[in-house]
């Protein structure tokens, strides 16, 4: 990957789409890592955190390397870009969070962000596709908006694909997907400390 044209792309205008980020071969290793349990996902954090079927219907499983060989590899692969964010851009990224995402049909995501209020501590974020021969009828591509709220395009889960955005700067929304569709969706978190806290690595 050109590490310098991503990063450019993020300075300039705050995202960039990665396509072939990963091989056909390295995606299917990724998709036989899928867990066979999921758990429902929700929203907020810690002792907010809930769930809410109206906002959002998928199931996640978060990443650790002991998944298997091509999940610790993926993780290898954004601590690189982790490194290179920080020496190009200098965010100042801590350490990265990621989990698998499993929309089954009919399930999405409405319109959020991916700061939290009052604990901003994501900074970028990453999401990689795992779908095979997605076509559009299949629905369930990533519409993200503006700053504004503007419509600024959508994204199709295509395997492969590397999507990656300021987690402040961009409203977004997963659309009802027609198929199962799986993806990795990740952080990269700066240090979230205040008074006697240190965030620890995840």
């Known amino acids: 990957m050109d590490y310098q044209a991503v990063m450019d792309a993020i300075y300039t205008r705050g995202w960039v789409i990665v396509d072939d980020f990963l091989t056909a071969t390295e995606v299917d290793a990724l998709r036989a890592c899928l867990p066979d349990e999921w758990q429902p996902a929700g929203i907020g954090r810690e002792a907010q955190h809930q769930g809410n079927r109206d906002i959002r219907r998928d199931q996640i499983h978060w990443l650790e390397p002991s998944l298997g060989a091509p999940v610790a590899d993926y993780l290898a ?11 190009m851009l200098m965010l100042g990224l801590f350490d990265y969070e990621a989990h698998f995402a499993r929309y089954r049909s009919g399930d999405f995501y ?3 962000r991916d700061a939290f209020a009052g604990r901003s501590n994501r900074r970028l974020t990453s999401v990689f596709y795992l779908n095979n021969d ?14 504004d709220e503007q419509l ?21 929304e997963v659309l009802p997907a027609n198929r199962e ?20 690595p995840r």
Request: hydrophobic letters at 40%; proline letters at 6%.
């Open 77 to 87: 692969r954004m601590e690189s870009l982790r490194l290179a964010a920080n020496r």
């Open 110 to 112: 409405a319109t959020h």
């Open 134 to 147: 997605w076509q559009p009828e299949a629905g369930g591509m990533l519409r993200m908006y503006d700053n």
């Open 152 to 172: 600024l395009m959508d994204v199709s889960p295509k395997g492969g694909r590397l999507v990656l955005f300021l987690s402040e700067e961009f409203p977004h």
């Open 181 to 200: 569709r799986f993806s990795i969706a990740g952080w990269f978190r700066v240090n979230g400390n205040g008074v006697g806290r240190v965030d620890p």
